[in-house]
């Protein structure tokens, strides 16, 4: 298994604090943002290798930078997306750094805790109650058995309370799935697609993460407020560090 951390985008709804600094370098109380989502790839067994897709070298540079600044028990490499062409091109760019693994993908600026299985054996999505469905992906599954059955984007109705978040875990073949896909009608390669294309093949399990878990989506003033609000107040109530990223 093979990580890769989705770190590009411009940041347009954390404007201005995003003008000069990547959103993948602001503040979550005391780390980086960036910290967070490798914290998460690299509590699964076997991921070892990661690759950081970037909006631009100057940002590949920043972040590189800051991640060198702890001593990372991983490969981590880097790589610019040069044009937001959707989360699913991420598995383009990444076809050599793939090969012949399996991938997991966490986007950048996602924070998670809770325990996860540490191995993954198949591919593998996530479900989230929400109170905004208006703003994710949520997903219909078969509740006998947990399979997913279809990923509707942004829906005014949606077909369960569960919105999938950013950390998605796939078989090798998702480079292949990735290049079959046509762009969307705002000209994006999108994972909703991709995860209907296992969904087709009814080979994409559904594991709900509880309520003990935390997700925070910091693409937003307010989820980032809430996030930084959230790691302070239990790391100063317990001796968890959230976002750690060396033993």
């Not at 370098?25 to 005391?30: A, I, N, Q, R």
């Not at 702890?70 to 937001?84: D, G, R, W």
């Not at 198949?122 to 006998?144: A, D, H, Q, R």
Request: charged content about 20%.
């Amino acid at each position: 298994m093979k990580g890769i951390i989705l770190a590009g985008g411009n940041g347009s709804r954390l404007s201005p604090l995003t003008t000069a600094v990547s959103k993948q370098l602001l503040p979550v109380y005391d780390k980086p943002l960036i910290f967070y989502p490798l914290s998460t790839l690299l509590a699964f067994e076997h991921i070892k290798d990661i690759l950081v897709i970037c909006s631009s070298d100057q940002n590949a540079d920043s972040i590189k930078k800051t991640i060198n600044t702890q001593n990372v028990n991983a490969n981590i490499s880097y790589c610019v997306q040069e044009n937001p062409n959707g989360l699913a091109e991420a598995f383009i760019i990444g076809e050599k750094f793939i090969g012949n693994s399996n991938v997991t993908m966490i986007l950048g600026d996602n924070i998670f805790y809770g325990n996860f299985d540490k191995f993954i054996h198949k591919p593998t999505i996530y479900g989230v109650k929400t109170k905004y469905p208006e703003l994710y992906g949520m997903v219909k599954f078969k509740e006998s058995s947990f399979v997913v059955d279809r990923v509707v984007e942004k829906p005014s109705s949606p077909p369960s309370p569960y919105a999938v978040p950013g950390l998605y875990h796939f078989d090798n073949s998702v480079v292949d799935k990735a290049k079959s896909l046509k762009p969307s009608m705002r000209g994006e390669l999108e994972i909703a697609d991709l995860i209907n294309l296992y969904a087709n093949e009814n080979y994409l399990d559904l594991k709900i993460l509880p309520d003990s878990h935390v997700w925070f989506d910091c693409g937003n003033f307010d989820h980032l407020l809430e996030a930084s609000n959230f790691v302070k107040a239990f790391q100063a109530r317990s001796s968890t560090i959230i976002g750690k990223v060396v033993d």
